[in-house]
């Protein structure tokens, strides 16, 4: 309709408010473009366009109509479009079946001959200016590399910037054949609400994902652990048959010398142990200690005459101080304890404790060789029973140990998949809030989101987790035609 018309009003009256907006009811300029418009576009050297002369196009800041006959080319400005502005992604991350990614990948494929397809040459360049806030860019996108480049224009001058042109240049390209796809297929439309910014699916997905990878990593130390309890029964087994050992030897008339011999072995073994802890932490903390560096301020920026720029250096000062008398501090205690250490060990091996241990090894010793003597061999074995059974004590006591951490797992399991359910409802909260922001006041467009009801990835998204990719138990699992399988039902 090249002039208004009654007949044209009268169309738009039809379609009422997505055609017409009333003079009254609007407080803004209806004509102020855009702050970020596609401005142009330059085809250089390929199969149709741009063959010794650059093609190029300018483009209205409002309302460009491209008309011409079927094969003129139409379809293909918006292809050079989406290839120089670096959204290829956006077909080619389509389902490799899919016939809209198929025909896209046909036109950039390089052509060999006249008949052959693809409209792309060896040395084709697409250029693209796009302004955003009044300052305008070329991104410029060449065959042989497949990459597009960023540059700022800064007067006559080109800077080069680093960065991805697809995510700091956005823009949405639909052809014909994507926006039937979107009445076609609702996934379509809901990868599109993914990345609005008030969805961000992209951090979502990322969030997400740390989130499963925690949540495994949790139940993979738990399966860890609990592999390690599975040694429970045994170690008890084996700590009952050493004690009954034990107690026949003891009843074989010597019980005294073989009880006081195990009383002291006990003892001995935790003072040892003790001192073998204390001399290990003071290891660790001197460890510490000298491989840190004593954090430090350069004050040289301050203003000396500043007397509140004064007063914040003396603060620091101060604090700096006694960051110095602490580590002092700490030195001077670690040698404390580290001779401390030295004089118990000292004083123990002329202890009245040691020298009584010292005699009932002399006794245990003196009736091993007795008992020997007289052909009896099994006493001999008492030392070892007593060292086995604090080797097995002292497993089932780590065993005691890792059954607490397994109960504090399965805690933090449970809340890290909280989080993951969480983080599932935030995404869709995010979808409905945009859909709420566009839509909410719509009388003509309603979209209903249904959460986790994706009957197209469902069976697909499963398959991935319990990693069984072919046909296997399709009828177990999810059979759309039949109505059978579990995920059916879930669904």
């Known amino acids: 309709m090249s002039t208004p018309s009654i007949e044209g009003l009268k169309l738009a009256l039809v379609d009422g408010a997505s055609s017409l907006i009333r003079s009254d009811k609007e407080y803004s300029n209806p004509n102020r473009a855009s702050n970020i418009l596609l401005h142009s576009i330059k085809i250089e050297n390929s199969k149709y366009a741009g063959r010794g002369t650059p093609f190029e196009v300018e483009f209205n800041p409002w309302l460009n109509s491209i008309i011409g006959g079927r094969g003129s080319g139409k379809s293909s400005i918006l292809e050079f479009i989406r290839i120089g502005m670096d959204r290829s992604r956006d077909l080619l991350n389509l389902s490799e079946t899919n016939e809209i990614r198929r025909s896209f990948e046909s036109f950039i494929r390089l052509s060999t001959s006249r008949d052959s397809e693809g409209v792309m040459l060896d040395d084709t360049k697409i250029t693209c200016m796009y302004a955003r806030d009044k300052v305008y860019y070329s991104l410029q996108w060449i065959k042989n590399n497949n990459s597009v480049s960023i540059m700022r224009h800064d007067g006559e001058n080109r800077i080069v910037e680093n960065g991805d042109a697809y995510s700091r240049f956005p823009i949405k390209i639909f052809s014909q054949k994507q926006i039937f796809n979107l009445a076609k297929n609702p996934n379509t439309l809901l990868r599109l609400i ?61 019980k005294e010398v073989l009880s006081d011999y ?60 006694k960051v110095v008398l602490f580590k002092e501090t700490i030195d001077n205690e670690m040698r ?75 805690l933090q399991i449970n809340s890290a998949y909280q989080e993951i359910i969480n983080a599932r409802k935030q995404l869709t909260e995010n979808r409905l809030n945009f859909l709420n922001q566009y839509l909410g006041n719509n009388d003509v467009i309603k979209i209903e989101l249904f959460p986790l009801s994706d009957e197209d990835e469902i069976e697909a998204s499963f398959r991935k987790i319990i990693g069984k990719f072919s046909g296997t138990y399709s009828a177990e699992l999810f059979d759309l035609e039949r109505k059978s399988g579990f995920l059916f039902s879930l669904n």
């Open 262 to 321: 195990q009383d002291f072995q006990v003892k001995k073994t935790a003072i040892y142990q003790y001192e073998k802890d204390i001399e290990n932490l003071n290891n660790k903390v001197s460890e510490i200690f000298n491989s840190a560096n004593l954090p430090a301020i350069d004050t040289s920026s301050f203003d000396t005459k500043s007397s509140s720029e004064i007063a914040v250096v003396q603060k620091l000062t101060g604090l700096s101080q």
């Open 336 to 410: 404390v304890i580290g001779n401390e250490l030295s004089e118990l060990r000292k004083w123990y091996i002329e202890s009245e404790f040691n020298h009584c241990h010292t005699t009932v090894i002399e006794k245990y010793k003196k009736l091993t060789e007795e008992l020997t003597n007289q052909g009896i061999n099994s006493p001999s074995d008492y030392a070892k029973l007593i060292n086995d059974r604090e080797t097995v004590s002292k497993s089932l006591k780590s065993l005691k140990s890792i059954e607490t951490q397994v109960g504090e797992l399965d």
């Open 194 to 254: 993914d990345e609005s910014s008030t969805v961000s699916f992209q951090q979502s997905k990322m969030d997400w994902q740390e989130k499963c990878t925690h949540f495994q990593t949790l139940c993979s130390q738990k399966r860890e652990l609990e592999s390690k309890l599975s040694n429970n029964n045994t170690l008890l087994g084996q700590l009952a048959d050493i004690k009954q050992k034990i107690i026949t030897l003891e009843n074989s008339g010597h």
